[in-house]
């Protein structure tokens, strides 16, 4: 049971290395082949949801099993809806006339995804630089 986990880590990591190859083949007789980020953008969303996904089954089987952590496991589930939404409301979807194929909507939602992955990582590093500032002072 305990490879299960590992088997799918493997499995996710070759087809995005797979979609990765596709995506930067480049054609020396067609130059406007390079770069076509379309595959790895998909893939992206995919990953996206199936990650939401998991982190909210596994939190649904946190609950479930242990009752009492039920407290933190639903804080932090708040809190990652929190930045989504803060994230949301901070895309506009409004540059979708810039590229080809792309409606506000799909716009809307890479800026969503864009914005909750900077508002994480400065999330992560300010935790990281507090919890260093903090040992230090204490």
Avoid: C
Avoid at 7 to 14: C, D, F, N, S, Y
Avoid at 32 to 55: E, K
Avoid at 58 to 63: E, P
């Amino acid at each position: 049971m305990d490879r299960i986990p590992r088997i799918l880590m493997i499995a996710l990591i070759v087809i995005s290395v797979i979609v990765f190859v596709m995506a930067i083949g480049v054609s020396e007789d067609d130059p406007s082949s390079y770069g076509n980020a379309d595959p790895l953008l998909y893939v992206g969303y995919i990953y996206f949801g199936l990650t939401s996904l998991v982190a909210l089954l596994g939190a649904l089987v946190g609950v479930i099993q242990k009752p009492q952590n039920a407290k933190g496991i639903l804080i932090g589930v708040g809190g990652l809806l929190l930045v989504v939404i803060i994230a949301y409301s901070l895309s506009t979807g409004s540059d979708y006339a810039q590229y080809d194929e792309t409606t506000e909507g799909w716009s809307h939602f890479s800026g969503t995804l864009l914005y909750t992955f900077y508002l994480l990582a400065v999330g992560a590093i300010g935790s990281i630089i507090f919890s260093g500032v903090y040992r230090l002072i204490r």
